[in-house]
């Protein structure tokens, strides 16, 4: 199994640093989910990250920076929108999808494997102080999708990553829980119009207080522009069955009497004691809470020995708008 060392320990991060500069693959904590980091710029480290996943290479992967003022060495035609969002969310669960920079030879920076051949780029300064750290002891950008087999659900701690990847990781940093337990919201800047290509951790209104309308993308079958815009994404290995709302006749229906089904729950369900197994994601509804629980709480689901899992809703507002994301995409 991979070494899981303490992110808090300047040893462990030197450690973690020195593997990645070798090419190898370290996961580490962010403030969304745990990442699988490869040296951005080393093909054969992303390839490898590739294999480890299982990730279809037509799926781009986000770029994380150290610092705000690295976006100028990988991106291209940085506009006041970008420099704003940038301003206001990094660091932070925000992604940036951006024309990318070329070298003097008219190469582009980041190779393409990391791109998908595409002529734009994802970039993210994560919030976390192991992610941060890391970044700047590498000294160079880290390419970094949840460190969980492709399609499968994201994870939030060292031991999810251990339990899904084994020793196919060369190292883990222990950076605890993370905090808001969903993917990084994804916006293009990269036309004339900004555009949600995924919603995550921060809220599509608080981006529009800042740049304006965002038109969202509906889920397409095309070649992805971002990671999480598969149709099916994040899903756990039972089937799980997204309701209409907490009424839907479809929570109870169509049961047969040996059939385990779990509750997956936003609030206390006053049904609770039909179902083999419950996750209640907040004792209050709380969004925040919600996302920050959501994907432990599918696993735990997944691990029950279930048949068959129901999700409620919730509205989509703010933090709502990534979790439903997440249902829908699991649902597929």
Not at 204 to 214: K, N
Not at 227 to 234: A, D, K, M, T
Not at 302 to 319: S, Y
């Amino acid at each position: 199994m991979a070494s899981i060392l303490r992110g808090d320990d300047p040893a462990a991060v030197r450690r973690a640093a020195a593997l990645l500069r070798a090419g190898r693959l370290v996961a580490f904590p962010t403030e969304t989910v745990y990442g699988l980091g490869a040296d951005a710029l080393n093909p054969e480290a992303v390839a490898r990250l590739f294999e480890v996943k299982r990730r279809p290479r037509f799926d781009p992967l986000i770029v994380h920076l150290a610092s705000p003022a690295e976006i100028e060495r990988y991106a291209d035609r940085i506009d006041p929108r970008a420099r704003a969002l940038v301003e206001r969310f990094w660091p932070g669960p925000l992604t940036l999808v951006l024309p990318r920079r070329l070298d003097a030879g008219g190469r582009p920076v980041i190779p393409d494997i990391v791109t998908s051949g595409l002529d734009t780029v994802a970039l993210r300064m994560p919030d976390h102080p192991v992610a941060l750290a890391l970044l700047a002891e590498t000294g160079r950008p880290l390419a970094a999708p949840s460190a969980n087999p492709f399609g499968y659900v994201s994870p939030t701690s060292a031991a999810h990553v251990v339990e899904q990847l084994g020793d196919a990781v060369d190292l883990v940093l222990d950076g605890g829980a993370c905090r808001v337990g969903v993917e990084s919201t994804v916006v293009s800047l990269a036309g004339d119009r900004p555009r949600l290509l995924r919603p995550g951790g921060t809220p599509l209104e608080a981006i529009e207080s800042v740049i304006g309308p965002v038109e969202v993308e509906a889920p397409s079958a095309r070649a992805p522009e971002a990671p999480g815009q598969l149709p099916s994404h994040y899903a756990p290995r039972t089937p799980l069955v997204l309701l209409a709302s907490r009424d839907d006749p479809a929570r109870l229906a169509r049961r047969r009497p040996d059939e385990r089904v779990g509750l997956l729950a936003l609030a206390p369900a006053p049904d609770a004691a039909k179902f083999a197994a419950v996750e209640t994601l907040s004792a209050d509804g709380d969004l925040r809470e919600a996302a920050q629980r959501l994907f432990g709480a599918l696993r735990r689901l997944d691990a029950a020995g279930l048949d068959r899992i129901v999700a409620e809703p919730c509205p989509e507002v703010g933090l709502g708008r990534a979790i439903m994301d997440r249902l829908r995409r699991a649902s597929a």
